[in-house]
């Protein structure tokens, strides 16, 4: 009676097992092919393909094939400037976009380019990986229709131009400097004492090249993959503004997915934000010393009294947190709470 009580579980499991395994084929044999494009407007070797290539990988993996990511780096796609809009309308599938070139479209986004805002990494990854990063995503969907799949590395915008070695706040008077066509950063600079003169990152490089404006700032990456060192003379290690690289996805590319496929996508953006964060945290110091070596990046740079900048993005902070509503204000809050 046991012996038979035990063939009878085992053919039970052994059934259920084999179930399970036509069931997972089946939906694999007729689940929709979907082709993703993921577009980002830097350079194959920068920092945005490291995330958009691990992301690639992983989704065709967790979705059994049944995904392809076709990525296109360069702007390919389409700019910065463009992109965000186009999410919207689901004319583009997906975009890696800067967060401070969010803003105009999610004035929100503004908290987290505001200068010094976090303290550390430790903080800004409490902050975005936690529920304050979870309500961010939720807000921007319902405000735009738009999905942030994940936040990835966050980085630190570095100081290069073609006057001077920088070593205070002072050494920034009068100086022409590139920024994107934000407000609080525009604002930024104006409190350092510079003109800052808002381009778009397609004008960038020709704008730096032929001295309509003496510097800009960007990821310490991007400095060294567009070659920014070849052309400017000077680095400081500022680290005023914290940068990272969301991934977006259009609602119109998420509803043609079935839920495995919306399952795997969602986790393969957070296991590639993870990848990301990692492997970008481990090349910065590396890139900062090619920059600043004789006979590689051969910048110049210094040491540098703080204090002045520091000083200066406080009353930044303050400005906008007083001014742009209650919402916002709220949202700062939480930001430094997490700081505490």
């Given at each position: 009676m046991i012996k038979q009580n035990t063939m009878l579980m085992k053919k039970t499991i052994f059934f259920a097992v084999l179930s399970i395994i036509i069931a997972t084929i089946s939906q694999n044999a007729f689940a929709k092919k979907v082709v993703i494009n993921l577009g980002y407007a830097a350079a194959e070797s920068s920092t945005y393909g490291?995330?958009?290539?691990?992301?690639?990988?992983?989704?065709?993996?967790y979705s059994n094939g049944t995904i392809d990511v076709k990525v296109r780096c360069c702007s390919q796609?389409?700019?910065?400037?463009?992109?965000?809009?186009?999410?919207?309308?689901?004319?583009?599938?997906?975009?890696?976009?800067?967060?401070?070139?969010?803003?105009?479209?999610?004035?929100?986004?503004?908290?987290?380019?505001?200068?010094?805002?976090?303290?550390?990494?430790?903080?800004?990854?409490?902050?975005?990986?936690?529920?304050?990063?979870?309500?961010f995503a939720e807000q921007?969907?319902?405000?735009?229709?738009?999905?942030?799949?994940?936040?990835?590395?966050?980085?630190?915008?570095?100081?290069?131009?073609?006057?001077?070695?920088?070593?205070?706040?002072?050494?920034?008077?009068?100086?022409?400097?590139?920024?994107?066509?934000?407000?609080?950063?525009?604002?930024?600079?104006?409190?350092?004492?510079?003109?800052?003169?808002?381009?778009?990152?397609a004008d960038t490089p020709t704008a730096l090249q032929t001295g309509t404006v003496q510097g800009a700032d960007n990821g310490t990456s991007f400095i060294k993959s567009q070659k920014f060192y070849e052309i400017m003379p000077y680095f400081t290690k500022l680290e005023h503004f914290s940068y990272f690289s969301p991934l977006f996805a259009s609602s119109r590319i998420m509803n043609k997915l079935d839920k495995r496929q919306r399952a795997a996508v969602i986790l393969a953006a957070q296991d590639a934000g993870i990848y990301h964060k990692k492997e970008m945290g481990s090349r910065i110091a590396d890139i900062r010393k090619f920059l600043t070596t004789s006979g590689k990046g051969n910048m110049k740079t210094a040491e540098f009294d703080r204090s002045g900048f520091i000083a200066a993005g406080q009353r930044v902070q303050d400005k906008y947190a007083s001014k742009k509503g209650k919402n916002f204000t709220k949202f700062v809050r939480a930001i430094r709470a997490e700081g505490n």
């Open positions: 490291v995330l958009s290539k691990k992301f690639e990988e992983l989704v065709e993996e796609l389409m700019g910065e400037d463009e992109a965000f809009k186009a999410l919207q309308l689901g004319t583009v599938d997906m975009h890696i976009i800067t967060g401070n070139n969010i803003s105009p479209h999610f004035p929100l986004m503004d908290a987290f380019v505001l200068p010094y805002v976090f303290k550390d990494k430790d903080h800004a990854y409490r902050v975005l990986e936690g529920e304050v990063g979870d309500d921007l969907n319902k405000a735009t229709g738009v999905h942030l799949l994940t936040f990835g590395f966050v980085g630190d915008r570095d100081f290069y131009n073609s006057r001077s070695i920088i070593r205070s706040v002072d050494d920034m008077s009068g100086l022409k400097i590139r920024v994107p066509k934000n407000q609080v950063m525009i604002d930024t600079y104006k409190e350092f004492g510079a003109s800052p003169i808002p381009l778009p990152w």
